[in-house]
């Protein structure tokens, strides 16, 4: 009867140690998918496309950490929004706007977020 005992110990202790090391590796995989901050340039106007801003905040949002938008290549100039508006997710995302205007003409909002703050904007 003894035996049966420790054979049923060491079988939960390994099935355990088993479960632990599963854990470990999955929070290790999840560990490695995430992203650090990024800075994403604006390189023109063009409402889609390489250097959008479009383009830049899709990738930010699929960054989950913190990210940078620059806008000051395209200072002053406006982006004409002509396939809808923006989305910007529950990333953190700080655009910085050198004067930047952005123009849906009238056909749809320009930003939709889940959570933003817009400390000042014209």
Do not use: K, W
């Not at 470990?24 to 901050?37: M, T």
């Amino acid at each position: 009867m003894m035996e049966n005992t420790v054979s049923t110990t060491s079988s939960t202790r390994s099935r355990h140690l088993r479960r632990r090391a599963l854990g470990v590796a999955i929070c290790a995989a999840l560990a490695s998918n995430i992203a650090p901050a990024a800075n994403f340039s604006v390189t023109n106007t063009n409402d889609s496309g390489a250097g959008s801003l479009r383009d830049a905040l899709e990738q930010a949002n699929l960054n989950l950490e913190a990210d940078t938008i620059d806008l000051s290549a395209i200072r002053g100039q406006t982006i004409q929004l002509t396939t809808g508006e923006l989305f910007i997710g529950t990333d953190e995302i700080v655009i910085d706007g050198f004067g930047v205007t952005l123009d849906a003409g009238g056909n749809s909002r320009v930003i939709n977020s889940y959570d933003t703050e817009l400390p000042s904007t014209t």
